[in-house]
């Protein structure tokens, strides 16, 4: 859908509208507005990836992730913290993935937020935008390190 109405409504192509997670010791984790969640991979009703981008493997043990996690979800990453253009989905999966890693996901999705407020449509867009609160269904909410 956004490859067909991007260039009518912002003037330029965009080849999609990205939800990114970080699938990691047999979840996925993600971000949205009740925080951290988790869930089966392919498990939130956004059901299984179109895309999957490999970033490589990790050192870290799942008990210091999962205390990172907790530590992001009571800071950072706390439900009242969304914001659909600065602080979301992908960039809480390229925050966790350089914390795994040491790798970022794509540019063409880190970028969209930007690319997207360029235009003038995207900027009569923002407010509307703004007040969405996005919390796809389907996962387990990370609290004080354990899901509830």
Sequence with gaps: MARNLSPIMLGK?????WHTAIVVYGDEFFFGGVGISSCSPGGTMLGPPDTVVELGETEVSEEIFMDYLSSLG????RGDRYRLFEHNCNTFTNEVAQFLTGNSIPAYITDLPSEVLSTPFGQ????????IHIAPPGGNVINGGRSN
């Design 74 to 77: 009571e800071s950072t990453y």
């Design 124 to 131: 009569i867009l923002r407010p509307i935008l703004d007040s």
């Design 13 to 17: 192509r965009l080849d999609g509208i």
